[in-house]
């Protein structure tokens, strides 16, 4: 069981370029979740879709957007990254919300 | 607003020794509560969650947490530490945030190291 994949794992960008980050759970999960994590800050909400066709922001949603493709994709789009966008994100599924997450190996990214 | 506080950053415990994560939550109604692990470079995994019922709940690799709603707290333990319990631990809470929907909020985690 491949549970929740990320990609890429790892990316380096430069401070006002583009990318998108994937997601893909083959757990018929309804909900999906990005989180980053920093150093000392744990795991902060930036998007979450409670089901196909809903998304909804975050604790720290500004500079992302996110696109919930179908019921198993979720995807993360930086439009212009920022130094401050250098972090580790996470992609995460539940049956529902409010149950037990299930995480990707995460997406190392670093803005330069 | 939800809140998840793990008072302690970093602890260190020798092999073989007992081992107590803390743990305490802010939430306006019964939560649902997670503990879960993070060895280095990996992603989160679920060691045991709280829903309702029995306050002592049983997870993987041997570790416990015990519900108190008196103390608002949701703590971590395990009798007898292994090298390999080395990670970085998190408890979060299920809440709602924004609207109707719900999602998890984390704590800033706990960092175990074990002497051998």
């Known amino acids: 069981n491949a549970g929740v994949t990320q990609t890429p794992k790892f990316q380096v960008l430069k401070t006002g370029q583009s990318m998108t980050l994937q997601c893909a759970q083959d757990m018929n999960h309804n909900s999906m979740y990005w989180y980053r994590q920093d150093p000392g800050m744990g795991l902060r909400l930036i998007y979450y879709?409670?089901?196909?066709?809903?998304?909804d922001k975050g604790e720290v949603p500004n500079g992302y957007n996110v696109s919930r493709l179908n019921k198993r994709e979720f995807s993360l789009r930086l439009e212009s990254a920022a130094p401050s966008q250098t972090s580790v994100y996470f992609c995460?599924?539940?049956?529902?919300?409010?149950?037990?997450?299930?995480f990707g190996q995460g997406t190392r990214l670093t803005v330069v | 607003a939800q809140s998840v506080t793990q008072p302690d950053i970093h602890i260190t415990v020798s092999e073989g020794a007992s081992l107590e994560l803390r743990c305490n939550y802010s939430y306006g109604a019964t939560p649902y509560l997670f503990w879960y692990v993070q060895s280095p470079g990996q992603g989160l995994q679920l060691l045991l969650k709280y829903f309702s019922g029995d306050t002592l709940v049983q997870g993987i690799k041997g570790f416990e947490a015990e519900f108190k709603r008196s103390h608002s707290s949701f703590n971590l333990r395990k009798p007898s530490v292994h090298w390999s319990d080395a990670a970085e631990y998190f408890c979060a809470v299920g809440a709602h945030y924004g609207g109707s929907q719900g999602n998890l909020i984390f704590g800033k985690g706990t960092k175990l190291s074990v002497k051998p």
């Open positions: 879709s409670a089901s196909e066709g809903t998304t």
């Open positions: 995460a599924s539940s049956v529902r919300a409010n149950t037990e997450a299930f």
